[in-house]
C-alpha cells in the first residue's frame, strides 16, 4: 500500500468534514457505507473524493440549490487533501466524474434506509386507528440533451424532457415513504402500481380522482391487514346501491370494465366500497369511495374529516418544488442516471429537513405542519455552512440553538376544513372580446 493511500485512510477515519458530524445524528456514516456496499459502490482504494464524500455532495447540491457544485463542494470541505497536504479545491470535470462512478442506487438504497427509520418516529395520532397517508403525482424537468430525450415530453410541452414522480406522503408529517418515478410517458397510475408492496398495515391511502382504477385499489386493500384507501369519484359513475346507511353514506357495487377484466384476468366482475357525500358551503355535493366498509368502525364523521387531507401531498410538494428547488424544477444532470441520483438527493435532503420539523415540533409540543417549512430549511442550510471548518465542541451548541430557533417558526393552527370551497379558476377567454356599452 502506498503512503498516499495510507494517509488519505488516515484523513478519512480522523477528519470527517466537521459539517457532516453535526447531521450524522440523521444519517450515520455506517447507513452510507451500507447503501455502497450492497449497491457495490464500495472500494478499497482511497481516494480524495470518496464515494462516502459523493454521497454528501449530491445532498448538499439538493439542499442548497442557489450554489454551484464546485461551491457546496468547498463549503462543505467534503474533499482531503492532496498528496501534499494542500486543500486545493477539486475541478469540476472531477466532481463530475466522481458523480458518475457513484451512479444513483447508492442514493435509492440509503434513501430507503432513512425514510424507513424516520418514519418510526411519525406518532400522529392517527384517524380510526390508521395512519394517513397520500398519494400523489408531480413532474421534474430535465435538460434538454439526446440523452433525456429518452423520459419523454409532457402532454401540452415539447420544450424539456420531464420526469413523472408518484409519491406516498404521510399526511401528518409530510415525511416521504415511498416513490416510483421514470418517463413522463408512463400513467401515474402505473407508477402508483410500484408503491403497493410499501404500504403500512393499518393506515388510509388518500388518492386523487385520477387513481380510480379497480386493480389498483383492490390491489392497495389487499397488501396488508386493515389497509385502505379513500378516493373522489365523478358523479356520473355506474354504481348500485346495496345498503343505505343514511342520507349521504352508502354501500355500492361497482361493475368492473371488460377492459380492466381483460387486461387483469383476475379482477372480479364486481366489486364493492362505501360512497359517501359531502355538501360544500358554496352547495355542491362532492362524492368520495372508501374501502372502510364498517360504519361502526369507521363512523362517517370522522372520515368526512380526513376527506380534506388529501391536499397535503400538493402543499409537500410546494414545499419541495417551490421552497427547496425555489421554482427551478429544471434539474442539473445531463443524462439519466445523473437524473435519477440528483432526484434521490433531493427527496433524501427534504426528509431530512421534515425530520428536522417534527423534532422542533415535539419540542414545542406543537404540530409537525405548524413549523414553517421555508425558515426551518433555510436555518438548515445555514447550519451546514455554518459548521463547515468549526471545530467538533462547538456542534451540540449550535443544534441546541437551532432547536430554540424554532419557537420563531411556529405557525398559527391550520383550520379543519377549508373556509371557502375550492373551486378552479374560469379559463380566459382565447380571443379579447369587447362590451357593449350601455345606453344612457
Known amino acids: 500500500m502506498s503512503l498516499l493511500s495510507e494517509q488519505l485512510q488516515v484523513a478519512a477515519a480522523f477528519n470527517y468534514p466537521e459539517s457532516i458530524d453535526s447531521f450524522q445524528k440523521n444519517i450515520p456514516l455506517e447507513w452510507i457505507e451500507q447503501a455502497l456496499s450492497q449497491t457495490g459502490r464500495a472500494t478499497v482504494r482511497r481516494r480524495r473524493f470518496p464515494a462516502e464524500q459523493v454521497v454528501w455532495l449530491v445532498l448538499g447540491i439538493a439542499l442548497m440549490r442557489n450554489r454551484s457544485i464546485s461551491d457546496v463542494c468547498d463549503k462543505l470541505d467534503l474533499a482531503f487533501p492532496d498528496s501534499h497536504g494542500n486543500f486545493s479545491p477539486m475541478a469540476t470535470s472531477s466532481l463530475v466524474k466522481a458523480r458518475q462512478r457513484l451512479g444513483f442506487e ?5 434513501f430507503y434506509s432513512t425514510s424507513e427509520q424516520w418514519d ?10 390508521l395512519k394517513v397517508f397520500s398519494v400523489d403525482g408531480t413532474q421534474f424537468r430535465a435538460p434538454d440533451t439526446p440523452e433525456n430525450k429518452s423520459f419523454g415530453f409532457a402532454s401540452g410541452s415539447n420544450s424539456f424532457p420531464s420526469v413523472l414522480l408518484v409519491a406516498l406522503m404521510s399526511a401528518r408529517s409530510h415525511l416521504i415513504t415511498d416513490v416510483a418515478f421514470g418517463p413522463v410517458k408512463n400513467s401515474e397510475i402505473y407508477y402508483a402500481q410500484q408503491l403497493v408492496s410499501s404500504v403500512q398495515e393499518n393506515s388510509l391511502t388518500l388518492f386523487d380522482r385520477a387513481y380510480f382504477s379497480a386493480e389498483l385499489l383492490l390491489s392497495w386493500e389487499g397488501a396488508g391487514a386493515n389497509t385502505h384507501w379513500l378516493t373522489p369519484v365523478k358523479s356520473k359513475m355506474r354504481h ?3 345498503e343505505q346507511y343514511s342520507e349521504y353514506d352508502q ?6 370494465s371488460p377492459q380492466a377484466r381483460k387486461q387483469f384476468p383476475h379482477l372480479p ?5 362505501r360512497k359517501a357525500l359531502i355538501i360544500k358551503p358554496s352547495g355542491e355535493i362532492k362524492e368520495f369511495i372508501t374501502s372502510m366498509k364498517d360504519p361502526e368502525k369507521y363512523p362517517f364523521e370522522d372520515i368526512i374529516q380526513v376527506y380534506w387531507e388529501r391536499w397535503e401531498i400538493e402543499q409537500g410538494y410546494s414545499e419541495l418544488k417551490c421552497s427547496q428547488l425555489g421554482n427551478t424544477n429544471i434539474l442539473r444532470s445531463q443524462k439519466p442516471a445523473g437524473i435519477y441520483q440528483e432526484i434521490w438527493g433531493i427527496l433524501i435532503s427534504y426528509n431530512l429537513v421534515r425530520l428536522e420539523m ?6 414545542f409540543n406543537v404540530h409537525p405542519l405548524r413549523i414553517s417549512f421555508i425558515n426551518a430549511l433555510r436555518l438548515i442550510q445555514e447550519e451546514f455552512l455554518w459548521c463547515s471548518g468549526r471545530t ?10 437551532l432547536r430554540e430557533s424554532g419557537k420563531r ?6 383550520r379543519k376544513r377549508p373556509a371557502y370551497p375550492r373551486e378552479v379558476l374560469a379559463r380566459p377567454a382565447k380571443y379579447p372580446t369587447k362590451k357593449k356599452a350601455a345606453r344612457s
Open 106 to 110: 447508492p442514493l435509492r438504497h440509503l
Open 392 to 401: 467538533p465542541g462547538t456542534i451540540p451548541r449550535k443544534l441546541r440553538d
Open 269 to 273: 366482475h364486481t366489486w364493492l366500497a
Open 240 to 242: 348500485k346501491v346495496i
Open 358 to 363: 417534527r423534532r422542533m415540533a415535539d419540542d
Open 409 to 414: 417558526l411556529i405557525l398559527p393552527e391550520k
Open 120 to 129: 418510526k418516529e411519525d406518532t400522529e395520532k392517527f384517524v380510526c386507528g
Open 251 to 256: 354501500l355500492i357495487e361497482m361493475p368492473v
